[in-house]
């Protein structure tokens, strides 16, 4: 201590003398707990940041010394990477969202193409890192009137060239679209090198595995492979809403052992599931006294919360009864099995949650995600990895994020407690930072 003291006051003619020598770092986090985001976990580091990027993770007693334009002490607490939602909607009113929650980059798989392309091309601290698929893929007939529609190869390779051209970093497939469809599109895309999300309905997941899809969304498509009813699975996609509902409920007639052969060729052909647990729950709980008593909604527009997400038009629209809500109560856990199932068995498990779905949150929604996930039976670590380097492995961004290492961006979320001992101490957020700036 005396040596420090000794050495300010040899320093105070310097400065007297010399131009004060500007920080070398913008940004030091100092003696967090650092959970890398890959499986590492370094117990008391500093973490330098510069022109946006991590400069370096410094365990050594002589970082206490190296100054910075900002310092936050971080003892006892807890430095995790930013985090991914890989399956959103972006809203006009979601960005500071996100941010609020620490998500600091997100996967959009479908929206308005002029509007989410050219934001996927800004990189900006005043919003979550975007990669978008412009608009999806559907068969004639598709629910959503912005679809591009696709019927044959050449439509087909029109709509892929034109949409990664426009800056597409995934192709989206929706429900409507055969197996031989899906396959026609993954080729088109891998050609390009993008990867395929899949929302299925009249394809299987395990078709969709064959045809090379890299993701399958809401673990659509699995109830249905592992059905001893296909036809009457297949039927039911004719009507968008009919088709969720009854692949919803046919988890609950599953037989396992027919499950886990899904959950293995899914496996084995590298197939991420993102399951967005926060959907299948939103919508279970509908009816419930105590929906509009969660305190994120009050970051939610107004107007949203009583128009757009009003629980009796959705449930008008898909014939929903409070009896068919207690049902998809009952299926939860049958869900949360299986991605548990799917890690084991060596699967790929990416955090997203359909935001801004039905009381859906934007970012508060995706720490309930991973509430579930370990409710289910993920560790808390599997649970971290699949919001943050799986991720990031999936968006194809992970030269830039997903993880707390040097030369990374520096998108970071301090937190107080433990996230391993306890997944919920995620939402106890004291700064976000994204790309250098601390937004939060
Ligand atoms: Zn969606």
């Known amino acids: 201590m005396w040596l420090r003291h000794a050495l300010c006051l040899l320093t105070i003619p310097l400065t007297m003398s010399l131009p004060p020598q500007p920080p070398s770092f913008d940004l030091a986090i100092r003696h967090a707990r ?19 990027r991590i400069s370096r993770v410094d365990t050594t007693p002589a970082a206490d010394a190296v100054p910075a334009r900002r310092a936050i002490e971080a003892s006892g607490q807890t430095l995790i990477p930013g985090l991914i939602d890989a399956h959103v909607h972006v809203e006009s009113w979601s ?93 088109e895309a891998r050609a390009r090198g993008v990867p395929v999300a899949a929302h299925l ?3 299987t997941a395990v078709e969709a595995a064959i045809a090379g899809v890299t993701s399958i969304e809401h673990l659509s498509g699995v109830a249905d492979a592992a059905s001893s009813d296909r036809e009457r699975m297949k039927r039911a996609h004719d009507d968008f809403l009919a088709g969720w509902t009854a692949f919803e409920l046919e988890w609950l007639r599953l037989q396992p052992a027919a499950l886990e052969q899904v959950a293995r060729t899914l496996v084995e052909r590298g197939v991420t599931v ?48 409070p009896e068919t809500l207690a049902q998809f109560k009952r299926v939860m856990p049958v869900l949360q099995r299986f991605v548990t199932l799917y890690a084991q068995a060596g699967g790929r498990v990416v955090a997203g949650t359909d935001t801004a779905q039905q009381f859906v949150v934007p970012g508060a929604s995706l720490h309930r995600e991973l509430e579930l996930y370990v409710a289910g039976g993920l560790t808390p670590a599997q649970a971290l990895k699949s919001a943050t380097s799986d991720a990031a492995d999936l968006l194809g961004i992970a030269a830039r994020t997903g993880t707390i290492q040097a030369g990374k961006d520096a998108d970071l979320v301090l ?7 306890d997944i919920r101490a995620t939402r106890r957020i004291l700064n976000v930072v994204r790309g250098g700036v601390v937004v939060r």
């Open 34 to 52: 650092v959970i890398h985001g890959d499986g590492r976990v370094t117990p008391r580091a500093t973490v330098f940041v510069s022109s946006g």
């Open 95 to 187: 960005a500071p969202l996100f941010l609020k929650y620490g998500v600091t980059s997100v996967r959009d798989v479908h929206n308005a193409p002029d509007m989410i392309l050219p934001l996927s091309r800004v990189d900006s601290p005043a919003g979550p890192r975007i990669v978008a698929a412009g608009a999806m893929l559907d068969g004639p007939g598709s629910f959503w009137p912005n679809a591009i529609v696709v019927s044959d190869i050449t439509s087909v390779r029109v709509a892929v060239r034109r949409q990664v051209e426009a800056g597409a970093g995934v192709i989206k497939v929706y429900t409507r679209l055969s197996s031989s469809m899906i396959a026609a599109i993954v080729q």
């Open 201 to 203: 309905g009249r394809a």
């Open 274 to 321: 993102v399951p967005t647990l926060a959907l299948h729950e939103a919508f279970s709980r509908l009816v419930d006294p105590d929906l509009l008593k969660d305190p994120a909604l009050a970051d939610v527009p107004a107007e949203v919360v009583q128009r757009a997400w009003a629980p009796v038009d959705i449930m008008t629209r898909a014939k929903w009864t």
């Open 415 to 421: 937190v107080s407690g433990d996230p391993l001992a």
